[in-house]
């Protein structure tokens, strides 16, 4: 009975310190973009560089950039990890960064691109790029 419990309890530690665990609470959030910096216009052939000013702090940190994209445009998320979120007794600082993240969409484009960045519950950012 003793080797029983001895194992039981050794699963349950090594559960939770598995960073896997499939319980564990989804820490995913969509993070604020204050900032879409694009250029208005580019050649042909070249491609679209723009830089996203991303909102983190606290218990809330960047993690990568999803983008769903076709000739005319793109929808762009970004994401991060809300450590905080489902989980009780974390202490999170108050402070408030805005770290700026680079990518780079590459042609074929069409005549103009359309770049939309989703902001959580904020209406979403968007500009349209134009291409000579």
């Given at each position: 009975?003793?080797?029983?419990?001895?194992?039981?309890?050794?699963?349950?530690?090594?559960?939770?310190?598995?960073s896997?665990?499939p319980?564990?609470t989804d820490?995913?959030?969509?993070?604020?973009?204050?900032r879409?910096?694009?250029?208005?216009?580019?050649?042909?052939g070249?491609?679209?560089?723009?830089?996203?000013?991303?909102?983190?702090?606290?218990?809330?940190?960047?993690d990568?950039?999803?983008?769903?994209?076709d000739?005319?445009?793109a929808?762009?998320?970004?994401?991060?990890?809300?450590?905080?979120?489902?989980?009780?007794?974390?202490?999170c600082t108050?402070?408030?960064?805005?770290?700026?993240?680079s990518?780079?969409?590459?042609p074929?484009?069409?005549?103009?691109?359309?770049?939309?960045?989703?902001?959580?519950?904020?209406?979403?950012?968007?500009?349209?790029?134009?291409?000579?």
């Amino acid at each position: 009975m003793r080797t029983v419990l001895l194992s039981l309890a050794a699963l349950v530690f090594l559960v939770g310190c598995d960073s896997s665990n499939p319980f564990a609470t989804d820490q995913s959030v969509t993070l604020d973009v204050s900032r879409l910096d694009a250029p208005a216009t580019v050649a042909n052939g070249t491609p679209i560089a723009v830089v996203l000013t991303v909102t983190t702090g606290g218990c809330v940190s960047f993690d990568h950039i999803e983008v769903n994209r076709d000739l005319g445009g793109a929808h762009v998320t970004v994401w991060g990890h809300d450590a905080a979120k489902g989980r009780k007794g974390i202490a999170c600082t108050a402070n408030i960064v805005f770290e700026p993240h680079s990518y780079q969409f590459d042609p074929p484009f069409a005549n103009s691109f359309t770049i939309q960045v989703d902001r959580g519950r904020m209406a979403p950012l968007q500009t349209t790029v134009q291409i000579q």
